[in-house]
């Protein structure tokens, strides 16, 4: 409901408010957000200590902080929590659609809860001084102002609380990897645990009602419980990309690598969990190739051919870009990375001609390290042909069986 409500508003005019004594602009979706937020899922200002960046995109900057309870728990030390909280730009507060996209990804992210996803923890907006701190994590140009100009007035801030993950981004780790190559950061045992585990969050996406494709899947916006690699398991973040689609038509069998990935040294493949005789599924396959949505969106790196072709396409432009992640993993190195070292002057984007290379077929060579039956998972993902990629309750299934088996003892240990 919330997220058509957020649809139908989109050219709905901006309406006045009264927040804190202070007039407010805002938006009918944010009204409805507010009326739908519990007590404790509203974040005041007052509740959080915040420090340190975390990070910053075109779009939103992520700062670390404290959060205090809330004014129905006791407060005191114990009752604190370290979060991340994710401020959009403060230039893009104007912009409707900038703002109805940060209302959907919040009614979105209230609705996950899975070990495997990032933990949604509230939100807020209100008006701050211009020299608060709030003002400069919404306004980041503020911080070289010092102090702040008076013309400024109060910034408007907008911002959602999420689970802190004290290990960063997948994407992080490996370009650290990339730098020192001779000293490993990682096994190939936490390799193989980190794609189940991102499997494991698409298929709780894939397997909605309705589906929730993720559409931005990339290293980057896989994060890192703990510091301590060898023991951090890994959560999916950053779904401002992400959407519903909503009746979708189940498909009729399993997906063809079901009976093409026969490695002798692998388990027999299964067909997916909850399958009955004839091939179906008995509790909702996921309508992985079932073409829904159109356009280009995403990461050039991990794009699935058709996305990069604005062709129609649906779930499983996710399992292109997972076997993207995994193929970096366990090569670690990022995508397109030959090429960006041997491309010359003037030849155009390198990511760019990587997503062109990818689309007519070029894929990168796994390591010879990586045992087959992994390798057969990461081609079956990344093949060209939507229809043929399998569902990710299917690669849950075949890492899991993986890792049970003697394959893992070919897998390369820090």
């Not at 700062?63 to 407060?75: C, Q, T």
């Not at 990935?261 to 692998?266: G, I, K, M, R, V």
């Not at 996921?286 to 396409?313: D, F, I, K, N, W």
Request: hydrophobic share 40%.
């Amino acid at each position: 409901m919330a997220v058509e409500a957020a649809a139908a508003a989109n050219s709905a005019h901006i309406r006045r408010k009264s927040i804190g004594g202070r007039p407010f602009k805002s938006s009918p979706d944010l009204t409805l957000l507010l009326e739908n937020l519990s007590k404790e899922a509203r974040i005041e200002p007052a509740r959080l200590r915040l420090s340190g960046p975390l990070g910053e995109g075109a779009y939103a900057s992520v700062r670390r902080a404290e959060l205090r309870a809330g004014a129905s728990l006791p407060g005191g030390e114990a009752d604190t929590r370290q979060v991340a909280v994710k401020f959009l730009h403060q230039q893009l507060l104007e912009d409707a659609e900038q703002v109805q996209l940060f209302v959907q990804e919040v009614e979105l992210l209230r609705t996950l809860r899975h070990s495997n996803i990032v933990e949604f923890i509230g939100c807020s907006w209100q008006r701050a001084a211009a020299n608060d701190d709030f003002a400069r994590a919404g306004a980041p140009g503020l911080a070289n102002v010092s102090p702040p100009p008076a013309k400024y007035g109060p910034i408007k801030v907008h911002y959602y609380v999420q689970e802190l993950c004290g290990g960063g981004s997948l994407g992080e780790l490996v370009r650290r990897q990339m730098v020192k190559p001779y000293k490993p950061l990682y096994s190939d045992m936490d390799a193989l645990r980190w794609s189940l585990h991102t499997a494991r969050a698409l298929q709780y996406l894939h397997e909605s009602r309705p589906v929730i494709m993720h559409r931005d899947l990339k290293l980057d916006n896989i994060m890192l419980s703990s510091a301590d690699v060898a023991r951090a398991d890994v959560k999916l973040a950053d779904f401002g990309l992400a959407r519903h689609t909503a009746h979708a038509p189940l498909p009729s069998k399993a997906p063809a690598p079901l009976v093409e990935l026969t490695c002798n040294a692998c388990p027999p493949a299964q067909p997916e969990p909850g399958a009955s005789r004839r091939g179906g599924s008995t509790r909702g396959a996921t309508p992985h190739h079932v073409p829904v949505l159109t356009g280009r969106t995403g990461s050039l790196g991990y794009m699935a051919p058709e996305v990069l072709a604005s062709r129609p396409y649906g779930p499983s432009a996710d399992i292109f870009s997972l076997g993207m992640c995994m193929y970096n993993l366990f090569a670690r190195r990022l995508p397109g990375f030959e090429l960006m070292l041997n491309c010359s002057e003037g030849s155009g984007d390198p990511m760019e001609v990587f997503a062109a290379k990818v689309a007519e077929g070029f894929r990168p060579a796994l390591p010879p390290r990586v045992p087959p039956a992994v390798a057969e998972v990461i081609q079956a993902c990344w093949k060209g042909d939507a229809e043929l990629r399998p569902s990710a309750g299917w690669v849950v299934q075949m890492l899991e069986r993986i890792g049970e088996s003697e394959q893992a003892a070919g897998l390369v240990e820090v």
